[in-house]
Structures are given as structure tokens and as C-alpha cells.
């Protein structure tokens, strides 16, 4: 009998999230790769459409996995609610997006299980019969290629944009699509989750800018950030800002670019004393035109960067700012 | 309250890492540092016992070095300490390294435990909630504030692209806490020197042994990545790197 590759898809009041479809791309490759069985499962309550909308990729089955348990989420239902679909399975490999849905159950449902999640994933690799799945430890300095050594099932979640979306394999024909129901008892949920919401009226789109000229901790001292500013005025730009610096409460967080804060694309993304970590990275690496600034060599955003220059911030940017002054100026 | 802190000792965020011989772990000799969300964990636990009163205990597992995570602890206000002190601990995955937590602690009745969201060495962010399922108690992930009213807590979530949501959820509970919750103290030194009198348990590895298995997963390799950029690095005095910066962003970038 062949092996099954799971593919678990994150839905929001009734959307699927857009990283569910990176994440079947990978199901995908790694089905044509081992020859293994790509199977998708949507979880909630009231799913079947979205499982519709699953099975017209090039998937063998789709899943509904249901019971009104899960909705709204609960780490407590979801671990429960997927433990039975799984135990009635049998994948060999459960594959989801590393959001922080994702995040908060899985640790729980392998640990329920007995496994072991590699979380965070950017890859994989086929050697020989062994399957080895990529991912980057040390902020991002370093990468590791882990492999499972326990029984299946092996739980991997994939960081956003590790794979392409658009470049998920339509089906020949719909997959068939099965309701699983499962059985949550009360006593298994815990946690009481109140409605979802946005602290304020976000001042800032940093999805719209053009230019983005961002800092990190490299900056040092609240007072500096004036200098990201007037860089940012002569391009015609924003001020976006790493996680710490938000944290320190020199920008506010609508500033903030990243997983927890906004994702942006801009033409130009000028990132000024920005060491790279994850967090950050995953906010910013689809900008046109990545140019960093930082003293040390080693950062992890010299390696998304298309510009870079070593040194020290303070030292570049205040003629930086008079050069493109006067270009603007037509000089 | 009476809360346990886990905490982390990891190499310190500039430190170039150079790979071990065999290619699957770094070179222990780089400096370390206590894991920056395990810090806001620890004044979260600080702030509640100033509100609730209670106790502050912290625990790590690694080598000798990691006391001095601990140590810190103590000095900004931690009542006691225990030290899971072996080599072995560096290599343990999240669901062992929770193991031997939860059995370093099976004495122990604690009313909230909190960890950092994830650990800046491993990434994985996975101990807390392993440690949760372990313990048979409730968990929630990336902490911003808690309120403890009576016998439960209200605990507000980060999601993703700047939502929250509150949670109400019963003690105990595993709370894993975001960076920038609060605001971090400094121990002073009356801290310092009183912590050198405050208790610091020693476990060995063969207490816990029975509790922990062979790895789940296993680093195969460990290796610099490789680029799938072409970067240009601009080299020059201050005003040169300038000046070649703005060819750039009128003519390659063109945003001038």
C-alpha cells in the first residue's frame, strides 16, 4: 500500500489562508518525488465547501474534517479533533503552514501522539530513502537538514513563503471529497477564546508605500530614528521598523514589519541596522529591491540583500541623505 | 501565584558560530547569553508576584555555563533556581528537554508556568506546549498581558498582521510569552549579592533519565546557507558608498 502525504490547510472564517496553498505545493512535489499518496484535510465546523475547494488541486481525496467543536479555534479541540482523524489514517507524513495556529496545537497533537514536530521548514531533500527537511536555526545564521526517528506520523509545518502558491498543480478532475466527524467532549476544551480583534486603526499601510526605509536594533537610541526619517522623507518613503524597536517603544507597532507585524513588497526596502532574523525576514524578503546596512558582515539580511554595504550606519546615511537630495534636485 | 520560569541559555546574537567537527552542532566556545523572550517571561513572573504575591522559581538545562542564566534570575528577583546541569541537555529535542522539566518538577505544584515563545538557538518554539500536554494542563501561545481574576486568568494572544484575542482559561496553565510584554529590569546589586544566598537545586541527568527517550529527530547536518541572491556589496569611504547608492536608486532601482 502506498504512503500517505497529508496536507492539514489553515481556514479563517470560511477563507482558506493564503499559505495553505504554498504548503500543497509542497505536498505536491514531494508526492511526485516519493511516489507517495497527497491527501488534504480542511478542519472546522461548516467546511465541506472549503474541502470543494481543496480537491479541484491535483490531490487524490479531501477531507472535511468536522465537528462544531472547532470553531471557534482552541489548540484543545484541534489537537483532539485531528488525534482521531490521524489515529483513523495513518499518514505517513503530516504536512501544515508554520502559522501561529499551527504554532499554538501542534507541539500538543504530536506530543499526544507520541511524535515529534520539525517546525519552521523552508525545504527538503531526498536522499536516498531518507527525507531530510531544512530549516534555519540561529536566526537564520545557520541551516540544518533534520531528519525523523521515530514512527510516522511525522509532523512538518513549512514557513511562510517557502513554496510558490501559484504554482499549485490544478486536478484532472475534482478529487473526491469525505466529512470526517469527530467527536470533541466538553471537558476537553479549556481555553475560552473571545472574538478576534485589531488594537486600533492601523495610521500606517506599509503595504502601499514604495519606498521603505526600516530599522532595527542597529539604530542604538530612540533619538537616531530621526535620521531614518529624513532618509525616508528625501525618498519619498516610510519608516518601518523591526520587532525591538517596536518593543522599545521608539516606533509604534503599526510600524512594525514582520510575522507580527506587516508584510510588505515594496520597490525599495532600505534596511538600516536590520540584522535579519526569521521574523523580520518573512515580512520583507518579496520587496523589489533589498538594500541593508549593517556593521557586521555575518547578518543574515546580506544574504536577501541585492545591495549591501558593511559598515556603520551612522557614517553613511547623513551624506546618503544629501546625495539623493541633490539627485532629486536634478544635480 | 506560585510560577515556574523555564529559560534558555543561548550564544549570543552578534557571536560568529563556527561548525564542530562534525558538521552537526556549533563550537562551544562563543558567548552566551540568556534567550531574549525567556527574559520578558521572567519579568512576567516578577510582575505578577509584585501584584499577587507568590513565588518565582526558574529552571534551565544545559552545562555548567547555563547557571548563569539562573543566576541573573536570581539577582532580578527570583526566589530559587534548578539547574537540569549536564552536557547532554544541549542536544535534547523540545518533547525530551519538556520530559525532563516536567520530571525535575513532579514535586512540585506550580499554579502558572511561562517560557519564551521560542528559543533563538533551535527555533522550534515547541517546549512550553509539549510541556502543557505532558502535565495534563491548559496552554496558550505568544502572551502579550494576564489578568488572574480568582482561580482563572484572561490572557491576551498575538495573532498574526496586528490581531489579538483575549483568552479565559483555568490554572494551572502554560503561557508562552512574546517579547515586549513589559519592559525589563535591571538586578541591582543588592539583587546580585542577595542572589548568591538564594537556592539553587543541581539535577543531574540520571534523575530525570527514566522520563527522557532517544531523540525524536536528529540533526543530520548543520552548514552556512547557501545564497540564492546575488548580492553587490558597495565598498568605499562613507561619502563614495554614498554616492555609489544613489546610482543605484536612480538607475538600477530607479525610485529617484
Keep these: 500500500m502506498s504512503e500517505t502525504i497529508l496536507v492539514v490547510v489553515e481556514q479563517r472564517e470560511g477563507k482558506l489562508n493564503r499559505v495553505s496553498w504554498e504548503t500543497l505545493t509542497a505536498g505536491q512535489t514531494l508526492a511526485a518525488e516519493t511516489g507517495w499518496t497527497l491527501e488534504a484535510a480542511v478542519v472546522g465546523s461548516g467546511v465541506a465547501a472549503l474541502a470543494q475547494e481543496v480537491a479541484a488541486k491535483k490531490v487524490a481525496k479531501a477531507y472535511a474534517v468536522e465537528s462544531p467543536k472547532l ?8 489537537a483532539a479533533g485531528l488525534k482521531q482523524f490521524l489515529d483513523s489514517q495513518q499518514p505517513k507524513l503530516v504536512l501544515m503552514p508554520h502559522t501561529y495556529q499551527v504554532r499554538d496545537f501542534v507541539p500538543k497533537l504530536a506530543t499526544a501522539m507520541g511524535r515529534t514536530a520539525i517546525t519552521d521548514c523552508i525545504g527538503y531533500k531526498k536522499d536516498g530513502d531518507k527525507l531530510l527537511f531544512t530549516r534555519q536555526m540561529f536566526q537564520g545564521k545557520l541551516c540544518a537538514d533534520v531528519s525523523f526517528t521515530c514512527d510516522a506520523p511525522w509532523f512538518v509545518t513549512f514557513q511562510n513563503g517557502s513554496f510558490r502558491g501559484d504554482q499549485i498543480a490544478e486536478g484532472a478532475a475534482a478529487a473526491p471529497v469525505e466529512t470526517f466527524n469527530v467527536e470533541v467532549a466538553d471537558a476537553v476544551v479549556r481555553n475560552k477564546p473571545q472574538e478576534v480583534f485589531k488594537e486600533a486603526k492601523q495610521a500606517v499601510d506599509l503595504t502601499q508605500a514604495h519606498v521603505i526605509v526600516s530599522v532595527g536594533r542597529g539604530i542604538k537610541e530612540q533619538k537616531n530614528i530621526e535620521l531614518a526619517k529624513q532618509l525616508a522623507d528625501a525618498l519619498g518613503g516610510e519608516v518601518g521598523a523591526s520587532r525591538p524597536v517596536c518593543d522599545s517603544g521608539w516606533l509604534p507597532m503599526d510600524r512594525q514589519v514582520g510575522s507580527s507585524g506587516q508584510t510588505v513588497a515594496p520597490k525599495l526596502y532600505l534596511a538600516l541596522g536590520i540584522s535579519g532574523a526569521i521574523q523580520h525576514i518573512v515580512g520583507m524578503k518579496g520587496s523589489h529591491t533589498i538594500i541593508a546596512i549593517n556593521k557586521d558582515s555575518e547578518a543574515p539580511i546580506f544574504e536577501i540583500a541585492d545591495y549591501a554595504v558593511v559598515g556603520n550606519l551612522f557614517d553613511i546615511i547623513p551624506p546618503l541623505i544629501e546625495e539623493v537630495k541633490r539627485a532629486k534636485a536634478g544635480g | 501565584m506560585k510560577i515556574l520560569v523555564c529559560m534558555k541559555q543561548v550564544p549570543q546574537k552578534d557571536a560568529p558560530l563556527k561548525l564542530n567537527e562534525t558538521g552537526n552542532w556549533i563550537r562551544e566556545e562563543v558567548s552566551y547569553e540568556v534567550n531574549e523572550p525567556d527574559a520578558y517571561a521572567l519579568e512576567e513572573a516578577l510582575r505578577q508576584k509584585e501584584k499577587h504575591g507568590g513565588e518565582v522559581v526558574v529552571i534551565t538545562a544545559g552545562p555548567a555555563r547555563a547557571q548563569q542564566v539562573l543566576r541573573e534570575a536570581l539577582a532580578k528577583g527570583a526566589d530559587r533556581a534548578v539547574h537540569l546541569e549536564d552536557n547532554a541537555f544541549v542536544g535534547l529535542d523540545a518533547l525530551n528537554t519538556a520530559r525532563a522539566f516536567a520530571a525535575a518538577i513532579k514535586e512540585e505544584k506550580f499554579d502558572l508556568i511561562f517560557t519564551g515563545l521560542q528559543s533563538d538557538d533551535y527555533g522550534y518554539a515547541q517546549t512550553g506546549v509539549v510541556l502543557a500536554e505532558l502535565l495534563g494542563w ?32 483555568p490554572l494551572p496553565a502554560v503561557l508562552t510569552i512574546q517579547s515586549g510584554i513589559n519592559k525589563l529590569r535591571y538586578a541591582t546589586l543588592i539583587g546580585i549579592k542577595q542572589a548568591k544566598n538564594k537556592p539553587l537545586r543541581k539535577v543531574a541527568m540520571a534523575e530525570v533519565q527514566a522520563a527522557v527517550s532517544a531523540n525524536l529527530q536528529k540533526i543530520e547536518r548543520l552548514y552556512v546557507p547557501q545564497k540564492t541572491k546575488h548580492t553587490e556589496f558597495l565598498e568605499g569611504p562613507p561619502a563614495e558608498v554614498a554616492k555609489k547608492l544613489t546610482d543605484k536608486l536612480r538607475n538600477e532601482v530607479r525610485v529617484l
Excluded at chain 2, 491548559?138 to 498582521?161: F, G, S, W, Y
Aim: aromatic residues 12%; charged residues 30%; negative net charge.
Design chain 2, 138 to 169: 491548559p496552554h496558550a501561545t505568544i502572551i502579550m498581558q494576564i489578568e488572574k481574576n480568582d482561580t482563572r486568568i484572561r490572557v491576551k494572544r498575538e495573532l498574526e498582521a496586528g490581531f489579538f484575542q483575549y483568552v479565559d482559561m
Design chain 1, 71 to 78: 470553531e471557534p479555534y482552541t489548540p484543545d479541540a484541534f
